[in-house]
């Protein structure tokens, strides 16, 4: 593959609502050539027209279970329990991959573990690009104030849809895992509070799942300290946000040797 050729693309979870908007932004994407749309065997819409699914030109790309023998890169925004299938059919055509599927098993996640001593895998929680920008953020917020007199409370609040299964999201989960990673000691992460929790300690994330409506995505970092309050907000307005980011991630890591990549690197933030 050239630079002027553009990359061949299979979309894995293609007949989902993300899996949709990567299609969509791909097939407008003259750097892109969406050659499969891939989801699972029962799926009812098999066989119609991928880009008619997404709203936009008809592609002549057919929903498929099937994966293509060979393409450039391949995009996973399917389910949990489906990711082992991808990282498998990837590894056997020794395909790139993006995952930005959340909430993986151990055993997926050993999966990928395994695959990347033969593949290039770039796998994030959130492929959002101002998402990461805003966790490098926050990981020197707390770098910055975890000795300020008095202390720091650290809190993250997130918002999604009503549709949304796992709580608190990955993207809040890898807030607190990088900004604990930041902070001396052990951190307890508290989920929620209710009833007489007793005086907040100083080694505390706290995280709130907020679901309501149709909300793609909002994350809120708190920093509170005595005298002042700082807070880090990232907001997305529709999913274009998350499909531009994969679509980034596959672009970025054509040619990369075999490893686990995160989008930090896509971004050039490692």
Aim: hydrophobic share 40%; net charge negative.
């Amino acid at each position: 593959m050239t630079s002027s050729q553009p990359i061949k693309l299979a979309v894995h979870g293609a007949a989902g609502r993300m899996g949709r908007r990567v299609v969509a932004l791909a097939t407008a994407d003259e750097a892109f050539q969406v050659i499969a749309a891939i989801d699972h065997q029962q799926h009812p819409l098999l066989g119609q027209d991928s880009g008619g699914l997404a709203g936009c030109d008809l592609n002549e790309v057919p929903l498929s279970a099937d994966w293509p023998a060979e393409c450039d890169a391949a995009i996973d925004f399917s389910l949990p329990d489906a990711v082992g299938s991808a990282v498998a059919n990837c590894l056997e055509s020794k395909t790139p991959l993006v995952i930005a599927t959340t909430g993986l098993s151990d055993e997926t996640q050993a999966a990928i573990a395994e695959a990347v001593k033969q593949i290039s895998i770039v796998w994030a929680p959130s492929m959002s690009l101002a998402v990461n920008l805003t966790m490098k953020l926050a990981e020197q917020a707390a770098a910055a104030l975890k000795n300020v007199p008095g202390g720091v409370d650290i809190e993250i609040i997130e918002r999604h849809h009503r549709y949304k299964v796992d709580a608190p999201s990955g993207t809040a989960l890898k807030f607190g895992e990088l900004i604990a990673d930041q902070l001396d000691g052990e951190t307890k992460h508290v989920h929620g509070r209710e009833g007489e929790t007793g005086q907040r300690s100083l080694n505390e994330i706290g995280y709130h799942a907020v679901r309501v409506g149709d909300n793609t995505g909002e994350h809120t970092i708190v920093y509170g300290m005595l005298g002042e309050t700082m807070e880090l907000r990232v907001a997305s307005s529709n999913r274009d946000c998350y499909a531009s980011g994969a679509l980034a991630a596959a672009r970025w890591i054509q040619g990369r040797p075999p490893a686990l990549y995160s989008m930090f690197d896509v971004l050039g933030l490692s």
